[in-house]
């Protein structure tokens, strides 16, 4: 997934990001967490169509500095980014 930005991006915005594949199919995901690892910045996404589920789906992507999010395709970042992710919200549910 990519999708171009423009003028940058807040939590809780909804971003519309079209999935290549045999069909293109453009979907609506909501801003939930945006977070910096070193020197790059990652945005968690969520489907619209399933916030209100017990269960939903999450995305990362990255920010890359030229109003672009690139799919994150290095196991070695992925797993970084899902580590912090994690972090994030045990410090979240640590906080209520």
């Known amino acids: 997934m990519s999708e171009e930005l423009e003028g940058g991006f807040d939590v809780g915005e909804i971003i519309a990001l ?3 594949g045999s069909e293109d199919v453009t979907r609506d995901f909501r801003i ?3 977070f910096d690892i070193e020197d790059r910045t990652y ?3 969520v489907p619209v169509d399933q916030e209100e589920e017990e269960e ?3 995305h990362f992507l990255r920010y890359d500095g ?9 196991d070695e970042e992925w797993e970084q980014v899902e580590a912090t992710f994690e972090t994030l919200i045990a410090e979240l549910e640590h906080e209520d």
Do not use: H, P, S
């Not at 030229?66 to 290095?74: G, K």
């Open 43 to 45: 945005l968690v996404l």
């Open 66 to 74: 030229t109003d672009m999010l690139q799919a994150i395709e290095d």
């Open 56 to 58: 939903y789906e999450v």
């Open 18 to 20: 079209t999935e290549e």
């Open 32 to 34: 939930m967490y945006i």
